[in-house]
């Protein structure tokens, strides 16, 4: 199993960050579009690292054309020397209309058209392929030799994609080297939901479960100290409210029962109500969710519950000290 770590939203502390995760024996560095944009980190990180993989994790896909992400992933993977990978995910319709002003379509069509239509700039780029890609959503049918990169030598990036629904991941499965399974998850959904739909997706792309990598991590409450264990618990039920508040994941918490939850979620959201929402999750709900252990038993138990179908995961493990940290991903690489 490899173990990524998130880049600091710090740019200035990047190249000593990124050199740190390297040195504690991390297998990746990954962004998110917060805040701060995701891909200027990553050319940082590149810059002032030997091997560890970079990876967006996620950028906003529809937040962007396909040659836009094109050119950005390229010129991170060449200038990385193959390091890099692109991940995506659709984030929801009101963002993509009011805060990117970008049009939203049919999000899993789409989705499937933007990575083919990469694919198609790419393979023209790479290969020599004529670029003729006409599709319902983006249209790619002009490239000169004066727009075309001559940095080919890594060839494209790998595209991975983060899904939730059954639909979304069936087109991971189809058209993406991986898929992101959201922390919003649970061991039963994903062996009941995320899995079949990555096999459906495979076998129409004519792949099998070796040519395709799952990421997943899963919430974790754990602490050197009461204190700090209590303020793990406090901030994993502020984050499943959160999630849980959105209606596309009331299928996540249905698998156990609690699909009315999301319901009563989502009004207190409404209402501001951030407090009462985490109120609601139970000790029980976030150990479903996640992991609430002792230190000593968080990575056996990720071995038990999600070893199988995990290919990488990613944790700072911020609740133990530097030591505890470096013996924990080893274990986890050995896994």
């Keep these: 199993m490899k173990v990524d770590t998130h880049l600091t939203q710090n ?3 990047v ?3 990124v050199q740190a995760a390297e040195a504690d024996g991390y297998d990746g560095v990954g962004t998110a579009e917060m805040n701060h944009d995701p891909f200027f980190p990553l050319l940082l990180a590149a810059e002032h690292s030997e091997s560890i993989e970079i990876r967006t994790g996620i950028a906003v896909a529809f937040a962007r054309s396909p040659m836009i992400l094109a050119n ?3 010129d991170l993977n060449a200038y990385s020397k193959g390091r890099f990978t692109l991940g995506l995910g659709s984030q929801i319709r009101p963002h993509i209309t009011k805060r990117f002003s970008m049009p939203w379509g049919a999000p899993a069509a789409q989705m499937r058209e933007l990575i083919q239509a990469m694919r ?7 290969d020599g392929e004529p670029l003729r890609f006409e599709g319902k959503y983006y249209n790619h049918t002009l490239m000169t030799p004066a727009f075309t990169p001559e940095d080919t030598e890594y060839g494209a990036p790998k595209v991975v994609l983060a899904a939730v629904g059954p639909i979304m991941t069936e087109v991971a499965g189809e058209v993406a080297d991986g898929l992101i399974i959201h922390p919003f998850s649970n061991e039963k959904y994903i062996r009941e939901v995320t899995l079949p739909a990555i096999d459906r997706g495979l076998a129409k792309s004519g792949r099998s479960r070796s040519d395709f990598e799952i990421s997943y991590t899963p919430f974790m409450v754990s602490g050197k100290d009461e204190a700090t264990f209590e303020a793990e618990k406090v901030a994993a039920k502020n984050r499943i409210s959160f999630y849980g508040s959105t209606p596309a994941y009331k299928q996540v918490l249905g698998v156990h029962g609690w699909g009315d939850l999301q319901i009563e979620l989502n009004a207190l959201s409404k209402q501001g109500q951030w407090a009462e929402m985490s109120n609601l999750i139970s000790d029980e709900m976030l150990n479903t969710m996640g992991i609430m252990a002792d230190p000593s038993a968080i990575v056996p138990e990720m071995k038990q519950r999600y070893g199988d179908f995990t290919d ?8 133990v000290d530097h030591d505890t940290r470096t013996e924990m991903i080893a274990a986890l690489r050995a896994g």
């Design 15 to 17: 190249p000593a960050a």
């Design 72 to 74: 950005q992933a390229h």
């Design 120 to 126: 198609a700039i790419w393979a023209n780029w790479y």
């Design 312 to 319: 990488r995961t990613s944790g700072a493990f911020g609740f």
């Design 11 to 13: 740019w200035r502390k």
